[in-house]
Structure formats: structure tokens, C-alpha cells
């Protein structure tokens, strides 16, 4: 506890390490650009705060007096952290070093995020993100509940606590075995597959229920007795003879690469996608950093999957 009960300002901190290193108030008060009088009153305020003389004054000038030497290095050592802190304070503001948790659904994180990271952290390489897998619907609760800072799924803009900026529209193939008689076409009328059973996931993943919505629409029905705990899985189970499915768009790019088992076409006259959205709350701290983001990720992803995706418009 101080002799009196106060503690030093930062400012008197500042003053004295000033002081110290040029034992000369003038110079020291031109310097910190206040008047020599002012100077000398906050150091003898903060003498009279700590009891202590820190310095010895004479006709001959001013010597640091033993007490101040051994506070110096300490002194000094707080303007550094001070300096530090502010530094710091401003590369989070401009999102420049920091690590922000990432949720992203099974069905899109493995087949987006190697081909964009890379180059975000070549052009931000202060920015670290914590990816973790989740369904749509936990992501969204992890979000409002602050277990996520951002996340990035299919997710319209239907609560007023998050902020969703739109980042590219995803096309759903529709695949079916390499031997089966629709197989070679680009193709397929939609009315070809009416009463057919398609192959999904389990109802877990929220792919299930837009591959239900379509089928629903189609007249086609969605095998329960036979789903997919992965996209691999229920590729395999097409590959094997078991149904036809839909696969996003990204997965096809990236995981078949030889589809020679495999068939890949697609709905005529009848384009199925899906939009995607880096979402976050709006009371972040770092929303303008997140908006930057969008943009950034868009300049990627238009530059690397222009082949498998459209990169969406922002509307004014």
C-alpha cells in the first residue's frame, strides 16, 4: 500500500523515467511538452505519494537518488507494457492478430476450407481461426450463445442478433452408378426421377432435410432404411448400386477427381443450390473485421473455385 493511499498516475510514472534518464527538468519538461513548474509539482506529488526522494537537487544539478535507481527498471517496465497494451489493442481492433473461433458444417468445411485458408493467411497471417464442426442449427445456437465468433453455413438471416454477409451460392449435382440406364447423360429430366428412392445422410445433418425438400418437390422419396453417416459414405453407397443421391457441389470438386463408378449430372431446367453465409452477432466487437473478412473470402473463393461456385452479389 502507498504512504498515503494513492497510487501513481501512468502520466507521473512517465515524468519520472523522463526525468531519470535525462537528470535535467528543463530538458525533460520540452520533452514531455508541459511546463517545467508542472513538471516539478508531479514529481513532488509523487514523491510525497510514495515517501520517498527519488531525486537528489543541488546547485549542480539533478542526480537519481537511491530509491530511484532501484524503481527505474520498474518504471520503465510499465511505459513498455502501457506501449505493448495500446499495440496490441489496436492490431485486435484491425482483426490483424487474433484467433477467432470458426463454426462450419461437416458438409462444407473439409471441401472449402483448404482451398481458401492458404491464401488468407498469406494475406492475413495474423488471422488464426479455431474450426469446429456443426450442424446449422447448433451453429446458430453456438453463435448466439458466444461458443462461436463466427460461423459459415447455409444459414438465412432469420434472428435480429446475427449479421450474415452472403458469400457464394453452391450447386447440388445429382449422382447416380456408372451402370445404371441414365447414366452418360449431362441431364435428367426432373419428372425421370418421380417415385425413385434417393439415397441422404442421417437426419443429424441438416443436408438430410434439403435433400427431403427436394425430393418433395420432385415426387421422388428419401430411402430411410439406408443413409449416409458422411458424404464419402453415402458416395459409396451410390458407387455400390444402392440409389442415386445429390452431392454439393464442392464436395464433387474436390473428391472426384475420377469418378469413373460414378455418374455426375444434373436436373434439366431445374439448377438446385444452395446459399452460403458467414454469419455473427451483431454486438461483436469485431464485425467490421468480419465484413472485411466476407469480402476477402469472396476474392478467394472467387479466385480459386470459380469452376465449382458462384460467388454471391451483395445487394445495396
Given at each position: 500500500?502507498f504512504f498515503?493511499g494513492?497510487?501513481?498516475?501512468?502520466?507521473q510514472?512517465?515524468?519520472f523515467?523522463?526525468?531519470a534518464k535525462h537528470?535535467?527538468?528543463r530538458?525533460?519538461?520540452?520533452?514531455l511538452?508541459?511546463?517545467?513548474?508542472?513538471?516539478?509539482?508531479?514529481?513532488s506529488?509523487l514523491e510525497?505519494?510514495?515517501?520517498l526522494?527519488l531525486?537528489?537537487?543541488?546547485r549542480s544539478?539533478?542526480?537519481?537518488?537511491?530509491q530511484g535507481k532501484a524503481l527505474?527498471?520498474?518504471?520503465?517496465?510499465?511505459l513498455q507494457s502501457?506501449?505493448q497494451f495500446?499495440e496490441?489493442?489496436?492490431?485486435?481492433?484491425?482483426?490483424?492478430?487474433?484467433t477467432?473461433?470458426l463454426g462450419i458444417?461437416p458438409?462444407?468445411?473439409?471441401y472449402?476450407?483448404?482451398?481458401i485458408?492458404?491464401d488468407?493467411?498469406r494475406?492475413?497471417p495474423g488471422l488464426?481461426?479455431y474450426v469446429r464442426?456443426?450442424?446449422?442449427?447448433?451453429?446458430?445456437?453456438g453463435l448466439?450463445?458466444?461458443?462461436f465468433?463466427?460461423?459459415?453455413?447455409?444459414m438465412?438471416?432469420r434472428?435480429?442478433q446475427?449479421?450474415t454477409?452472403?458469400?457464394?451460392?453452391?450447386?447440388l449435382?445429382?449422382?447416380?452408378p456408372?451402370?445404371?440406364p441414365?447414366?452418360g447423360?449431362?441431364f435428367?429430366?426432373?419428372?425421370?426421377?418421380?417415385?425413385q428412392k434417393?439415397l441422404?445422410?442421417e437426419?443429424?445433418?441438416?443436408?438430410h432435410?434439403?435433400?427431403?425438400?427436394i425430393c418433395a418437390?420432385l415426387?421422388?422419396?428419401?430411402?430411410?432404411?439406408?443413409?449416409?453417416t458422411?458424404?464419402?459414405?453415402?458416395?459409396?453407397?451410390v458407387?455400390?448400386g444402392?440409389?442415386?443421391?445429390?452431392?454439393?457441389?464442392?464436395?464433387?470438386h474436390s473428391?472426384?477427381?475420377?469418378p469413373?463408378?460414378?455418374?455426375v449430372?444434373?436436373?434439366a431446367?431445374m439448377?438446385?443450390?444452395r446459399?452460403?453465409?458467414l454469419?455473427w452477432?451483431?454486438?461483436s466487437?469485431?464485425?467490421?473485421?468480419?465484413?472485411?473478412?466476407a469480402?476477402?473470402m469472396?476474392n478467394?473463393?472467387?479466385?480459386?473455385?470459380?469452376?465449382?461456385?458462384?460467388v454471391s452479389?451483395?445487394?445495396?
Open positions: 500500500m498515503n494513492k497510487a501513481p498516475s501512468l502520466n510514472i512517465r515524468y523515467v523522463t526525468v537528470l535535467n527538468f530538458r525533460a519538461a520540452q520533452i511538452g508541459i511546463s517545467q513548474p508542472t513538471l516539478t509539482s508531479q514529481i506529488t510525497t505519494n510514495l515517501g526522494v531525486f537528489e537537487r543541488s544539478g539533478t542526480l537519481l537518488s537511491a527505474l527498471e520498474y518504471a520503465d517496465a510499465v502501457t506501449m495500446g496490441m489493442a489496436q492490431s485486435l481492433t484491425q482483426g490483424d492478430s487474433t477467432y473461433r458444417p458438409t462444407l468445411g473439409p472449402l476450407l483448404p482451398h485458408l492458404p488468407i493467411h494475406l492475413r488464426k481461426f464442426e456443426a450442424a446449422p442449427k447448433q451453429l446458430l445456437q448466439l450463445a458466444g461458443e465468433d463466427i460461423t459459415l453455413s447455409p438465412s438471416n434472428d435480429s446475427i449479421q454477409q452472403p458469400l457464394f451460392i453452391e450447386p449435382k445429382f449422382v447416380l456408372a451402370d445404371h441414365m447414366s447423360r449431362d435428367i429430366e426432373p419428372e425421370e426421377i418421380r417415385g434417393i441422404a445422410l437426419d443429424r445433418h441438416h443436408f432435410y434439403q435433400v427431403q425438400e418437390q415426387g421422388a422419396n428419401v430411402d430411410r432404411d439406408y443413409e449416409g458422411s458424404l464419402d459414405t453415402l458416395r459409396q453407397m458407387v455400390m444402392m440409389g442415386m443421391a445429390f452431392l454439393p457441389g464442392l464436395y464433387v473428391e472426384l477427381h475420377h469413373e463408378a460414378l455418374h449430372c444434373e436436373l431446367d439448377p438446385i443450390v446459399q452460403h453465409m454469419a452477432r451483431n454486438t466487437p469485431a464485425r467490421a473485421t468480419f465484413r472485411d473478412l469480402s476477402l469472396r478467394v473463393i472467387s479466385d480459386r473455385l470459380q469452376t465449382a461456385v458462384s452479389e451483395l445487394t445495396p
